[in-house]
């Protein structure tokens, strides 16, 4: 059986030789130099960080972090050919400790010939934190240089003692104009225009997503679908490849970009953009209720006693994609989104929360001012407790200006309210009660 898969193999590889087209058009497209890669000139424009280090002579290890379809792969493959290194690529995914040893070995051997080695480590996150460890010796002393890639954000994903030994570089989604330039490389080689529109052929740009990999599926599928001589709209390019879905795992780090891009632009005033983060997260798929909930959070933390509103309107919209469900009960949720995106802003409550807490924590637990305490026994009262405490409603002004704060810490100012929304009112009130607090504490002075 064995015999005959080795056969079955051996044929199709030779079937692939023969006729290059039976391979995937983004494999016939593969850069052959640096020059030729689509995107990433940040890396490896006339001034790139890349460039810069071919010119040095002196190649260190590398993580390439950065989306699927951006170049990874191919530019650590050139940059073995622009440096003179061996090339030799792994993946974390179907390797283990004793694959590991193994090209270790194989690099050192090739060491003493003279060689030098370019290990080309794939979903290098994928690797725990012991194996992790083990590139350490072979980096340090030279075996191999290490080179990387991730879709997952290294400062999370991958040991400190690696990243120490490890310049990180950033791939960057490819741009609509990049994605042209693909495209025009693609058509060039398969002898004719996109049969898409203009409206088509922008859609299929952002069906890629930055990915240009994916591009070049989707252009076979439109190449091998259309036919002859007819021209797809939108519609018609949507029927023929479906839909590719958004780059977003709820528990990785597309997850927690875009949620921090929704929060800081409710934080920043722009309903607009909120409601395409909102939306972007929705429909990738993302789990409404949680967007609920950090709606919710957004209330308290951002807009506070600006506006009182937002939190009650926060949890009623929460509650009403409860009772709706999907699709209806979302726009109750884009509703909060544009309410809070839209209000006054202000953390004072959450400032004054954690300055209190901080003091709550660090002064143990002095006793309260006697005179606000309750005296349920009589020897309790007898002892004091709750002497000469005036009751708020029975003054002028429904304010005593007691002391309440322990003797021992004295008095304490948490919450400072801004000059925004409602929280100015509140601010005028609470100036109006120091004053008469301090009236009140002459008097009896």
Do not use: C
Not at 321 to 328: A, R, V, W
Request: proline content about 6%; charged content about 25%; hydrophobic content about 40%.
């Amino acid at each position: 059986m064995a015999d005959l898969f080795a056969q079955d193999v051996k044929t199709s590889q030779q079937e692939i030789a023969e006729d290059p087209t039976a391979r995937p058009l983004a494999d016939r497209l593969r850069p052959k130099t640096l020059d030729e890669v689509i995107g990433q000139r940040h890396l490896l424009g006339p001034d790139g960080t890349l460039r810069r280090t071919i010119a040095s002579g002196r190649l260190g290890s590398l993580i390439l972090w950065g989306p699927p379809g951006t170049g990874k792969t191919t530019v650590a493959r050139l940059l073995a050919d622009e440096t003179g290194y061996r090339f030799k690529q792994i993946s974390a995914v179907f390797s283990g400790v004793a694959d590991l040893k193994k090209v270790f070995e194989e690099a050192r051997f090739e060491r003493l010939s003279g060689h030098r080695t370019l290990l080309f480590v794939d979903e290098i996150h994928r690797f725990n934190r012991a194996q992790q460890d083990g590139f350490l010796p072979v980096m340090e002393d030279g075996t191999v240089v290490l080179v990387g890639a991730t879709t997952e954000n290294p400062s999370f994903e991958l040991n400190a003692a690696l990243l120490s030994r490890s310049q990180v570089l950033r791939f960057e989604s490819l741009t609509p104009p990049d994605l042209e330039a693909l495209a025009e490389r693609a058509e060039a080689m398969l002898g004719g225009r996109l049969p898409l529109d203009e409206e088509a052929r922008a859609s299929i740009y952002g069906l890629a997503d930055g990915d240009g990999r994916a591009l070049l599926g989707l252009i076979e599928e439109v190449f091998a679908s259309a036919k002859p001589g007819e021209i797809l709209d939108q519609a018609g390019l949507l029927q023929v490849v479906q839909r590719r879905a958004p780059i977003y795992d709820k528990k990785q780090d597309g997850h927690y970009n875009l949620i921090s891009a929704l929060h800081k632009t409710v934080r920043g005033s722009d309903p607009d953009a909120a409601l395409y983060y909102f939306a972007r997260m929705l429909d990738a798929g993302e789990d409404p209720l949680f967007l609920a909930r950090r709606l919710i959070r957004m209330a308290s933390e951002d807009i506070g006693m600006a506006d009182p509103q937002a939190l009650p309107l926060a949890v009623a919209a929460r509650d009403a994609y409860q009772m709706l469900g999907s699709p209806e009960g979302e726009l109750a949720l884009a509703q909060a989104v544009v309410y809070l995106a839209a209000a006054p802003k202000s953390n004072a409550v959450y400032t004054a929360f954690s300055e209190a807490s901080a003091l709550a924590k660090a002064t143990g637990s002095p006793m309260p001012p006697m005179v606000i305490l309750n005296a349920p026994t009589k020897m309790m009262k007898g002892q004091g407790y709750g002497e000469g405490y005036v009751y708020d409603h029975d003054t002028s002004e429904g304010f005593s200006g007691q002391e309440y704060f322990p003797e021992k810490l004295g008095r304490h100012e948490f919450y400072r309210p801004v000059e925004r929304g409602f929280e100015r009112e509140i601010k005028k009130r609470l100036e109006y009660f120091s004053r008469l607090r301090s009236k009140k504490a002459e008097d009896q002075g």
